[in-house]
């Protein structure tokens, strides 16, 4: 039994165990877990996993080869045509499977294109999210994942000193960005997401739009990008000073450091998710900032860029082994400067945090 | 009134005559076409377009001052927090706006996670999709948007010799694919799609995920690839031969071309979608390859990769000044190779087609 194979019967088994009769998927990162294989496009291709039958595949055409190719050995490969449309197909398939008598459970990423055209076709189906069985097993992760994150990371760190480098006073945060996708590339990498480079006061809006904003003398300038590799998704994030740093910068670095480092403190096996966040966000809210840390201290990571486990106020899974998730903390202060700091940290079984990222400077860099 | 409230106001009227009480749209492609404004991310976040009051934005916190910011001059910004999550907010809006006793059309595009939960928070509520409503109006593009996806094409047609200089004997379709990314990214553009690289039988694949194979002296090679700009796509296919061409592979580029040609010369005003579609198609039946011509003849492009209107048998959507998209037949042949050549073509008022890309070879080039 291959890796897929095992994964697809702990989905199942997940799958009865939060009362849904069969998950349908759609390709992104439930498939590529749970088969190797998922192809992008516009056109309808799923797995789906039924109650007490094989697993199958549906797809295009177009995609039948690599569908045919699937990592996880699946050999029920449907296919239809442009010409008919994918209608027909999946009303057999229906009945077939009884999906149209059940509770299924589809991916949280289906678009509704294809979700309320599903509910049409199946009336008297009810529909929930696959996620709330897949999560749980996706956010545990095994010693392969694991490895693909820590490459990830490294490819990621790799990068820290190009984007200081391109982070002089007169580059603009595209050209910085550029820089970064450039050397991303020629490594062979691709980008985890879009860098965002807020210099100045864009700093302060957290997920800024990377733009024309020349950097200027003094500016503190936030640096927030990652490498994927396999799937896995690299994300940090460093924030420094061009040519010379404020009083108020390097105050307000050290406490985004000291609540960075609490929140990497605070991460144990059977600690919450919720006191994670807390713990980031006490050092923030006692320095007087609380109310200029307008998010999560944390998201996890894996072959999505976000995904369970938040460390958000309110979540109270406890962390497990494996467990992947970035830390986080910020201060944003309108119309002057932002400060965030975030690596990628994973729940060992010793009962600690191993940061997977280099370490953060505990002080402002001026570059 | 600038451009976005235009568009606003006639997406009203289309949803009107849709049927559609009110539309819910998330970042993606329709949000940014009626606002200007669209921004990623994990989070909800949407434009909301009531029945009879105005318009108005959802954020998290997290990107509320680049709500504020909208391009459409939206001026009723709805925030929820973190803590709270969306619900609420949710909640009250369905209710203000009287979209629990309504028929909603939801974002195409809108993830599962956010329409089921919209469902359960609005049990009464029909929820239909937008598109119907929308993608009529976004198909007919006016000045600006020909103009942009004018600017896409030229992006595009760039990198032509870039991709021909890098794929010779030896180099894989990743370095190839590498080659041109990097060229996109130094012009300044983002990629439309990651690359289609198929060497040799991958190009018997119409979709190949670009891998390790290296090109072989006599390999016909599939190069298909995009730039992006503002928003809008670029995307072409040329079809190449490594050193020497084999008689058939002369052969069916040939056919290929003329099938491509065909599809070119049945575009005119009132032409419909199915006639371009068989006008391809017909050549390479004639030629008697149909059963290797196993897509669709093209797909409108805009600010969507792949979009309404497109070329495929059935489609009867009569042709109009405005409309743009790929016309891309292929030959298909397992194990051998594949032929495939695109260019993007728009409809004009003067009744004939205008290819907005360089043109394409006759007969196949040997490099």
């Known amino acids: 039994m291959n890796i897929y194979e095992k994964r697809l019967s702990r989905a199942r ?14 390709p992104g990162a439930a498939m590529r877990y749970l088969t190797g294989f998922s192809e992008p496009g516009s056109r309808f291709l799923a797995l789906i996993i039924p109650d007490d039958r094989p697993w199958l595949l549906v797809t295009p055409t177009l995609n039948a080869s690599q569908a045919r190719e699937n990592p996880a050995g699946i050999q029920d490969i449907r296919v239809w045509d442009d010409a008919l449309g994918w209608d027909p197909l999946l009303v057999q398939l229906s009945k077939e499977l009884m999906l149209d008598i059940g509770i299924v459970g589809l991916d949280d990423d289906m678009p509704a294109r294809f979700a309320l055209r599903l509910q049409e076709m199946m009336p008297t189906t009810l529909l929930k999210l696959a996620g709330t069985a897949l999560a749980p097993l996706r956010a545990v992760k095994d010693a392969l994942e694991l490895a693909a994150l820590q490459h ?21 945060e595209m050209e ?14 691709a980008d985890s997401f879009a860098p965002i480079v807020g210099a100045g006061a864009n700093g302060a809006t957290p997920h800024h739009n990377t733009g024309k904003t020349r950097v200027k003398t003094g500016d503190v300038v936030i640096l927030d990008f990652g490498a994927m590799t396999d799937g896995y998704h690299g994300d940090i994030t460093r924030t420094v ?18 609540a960075y480092s609490a929140g990497v403190a605070a991460v144990r096996p059977g600690a919450t998710a919720h006191e994670v966040d807390s713990a980031a966000r006490k050092v923030i809210a006692d320095a007087g900032y609380g109310e200029f840390f307008i998010h999560r201290t944390g998201h996890g990571i894996g072959l ?64």
Not at 243 to 248: L, V
Not at 311 to 330: R, W
């Open 13 to 26: 088994t997940s799958m009865n165990a939060h009362g849904l009769d069969a998950l349908i998927l759609t």
């Open 152 to 172: 990830a990371a490294e490819a990621t760190d790799a990068l820290i000193p190009i984007a200081y480098a391109a982070c002089r006073e007169g580059e603009s």
């Open 176 to 189: 910085i960005a550029l820089a970064v996708q450039q050397a991303t590339a020629r490594g062979g990498f």
């Open 241 to 258: 000073a061009a040519g010379t740093a404020s009083d108020e910068a390097k105050r307000v670095y050290e406490i985004v450091y000291r």
């Open 304 to 367: 999505d860029d976000h995904e369970a486990p938040y460390m958000l106020a309110g979540n109270y899974t406890p962390l497990q082994p494996g467990h992947c998730f970035s830390v986080e903390p910020g201060i944003y202060l309108p119309g002057k400067f932002g400060v965030r700091l975030e690596n990628i940290v994973t729940v060992t079984e010793d009962g600690t945090a191993r940061v997977l990222n280099q370490a953060i400077p505990p002080e402002i860099l001026t570059l």
